[in-house]
């Protein structure tokens, strides 16, 4: 079972496994000298994700929509918190217009929560997946949402346009919900993924972070609630602070241990299980729709 630091202990060294390898490649080359050229955005680059390198030369990156300011106020996020901007309505054709541009063979689209809207977002959520589809007819897509405060109607619309996989993340296990994801509930995003399976989506996918404090037996219990609402795929990574003012870590966990949790999600029934340091949502994404 993993050691949980004190609070007053001091965070711990960040571990040799977590050092990053600088991108390269031809692929990885052309898509960067696309994205200055053209100004597009996606997590990749704004989100400085270490793996951005394996995942262009594969031809798989990860989109956001819906603005960069969040209504939400996660502690383990580094995404802007506030009163976010008004809804551009040109957004999808931007996208769908970057991922031509791009020439991504597999798309991941997320975004910020926007409970300040009545429809939570999720009309543009729609609205992408389809101006993607038409502009980009043999891209695959997965759609990485947020809750929508667990209202059908607008999960419906996501529904409506039958991504590949349809994704939700867990974050953390239950006893750290409260603390981690304010506003979020564990029972809630269980919920969402269960009515999504239901509903007919065929291939959904959760993930989690590790080294917030939880223990063994409830990471553990995390993968098997994710197995009873029949949830596809689950990535496991290492949670890193975004800044001071988030969440610290108490712990890194090692890679021994992350292969662990990964052969027992296989055991468990899922389908593809990513689990490691620096494993991120996205991941090996393309991937997940085998």
Not at 173 to 188: D, F, S
Not at 240 to 246: A, R, V
Not at 255 to 270: R, S, T, V, W
């Amino acid at each position: 079972m993993s050691t949980v630091l004190k609070e007053n202990v001091a965070p711990p060294k960040k571990p040799k496994w977590l050092r990053v390898k600088l991108p390269t490649g031809k692929k990885y080359t052309q898509l960067r000298g696309l994205v200055e050229k053209y100004d597009l955005h996606t997590i990749c680059t704004s989100g400085s994700c270490p793996n951005m390198g394996e995942c262009w030369g594969e031809g798989t990156a990860t989109f956001m929509i819906l603005g960069n300011v969040c209504t939400r106020s996660c502690g383990f996020c580094g995404v802007k918190t506030g009163r976010p901007e008004n809804v551009d309505w040109a957004e999808p054709e931007k996208v769908a217009r970057s991922i031509k541009i791009m020439g991504i063979k597999h798309a991941v689209v997320t975004s910020v929560d926007r409970d300040d809207l009545k429809d939570m977002g999720s009309i543009i959520w729609a609205e992408t997946v389809k101006a993607i589809r038409r502009m980009n007819p043999s891209t695959t897509l997965e759609t990485l949402i947020p809750d929508f405060q667990g209202i059908e109607k607008h999960l419906d619309r996501i529904i409506e346009v039958s991504p590949e996989v349809v994704s939700h993340n867990m974050e953390t296990v239950k006893r750290l919900t409260r603390e981690v994801r304010i506003q979020a509930k564990y029972e809630r995003s269980l919920e969402v993924l269960n009515y999504l399976k239901i509903q007919g989506i065929n291939r959904t996918k959760s993930g989690i972070m590790l080294g917030l404090g939880e223990h063994e037996d409830e990471v553990i219990t995390t993968l098997a609630d994710l197995r009873n609402v029949n949830v596809d795929v689950v990535t496991i990574g290492q949670y890193l602070q975004p800044s001071k003012k988030h969440l610290p870590v108490k712990e890194f966990i090692t890679p021994e241990q992350f292969k662990k949790y990964e052969d027992i999600g296989l055991e468990m029934g899922f389908r593809h299980v990513e689990s490691g340091a620096l494993v991120r949502s996205s991941y090996k994404a393309h991937k997940h729709i085998l």
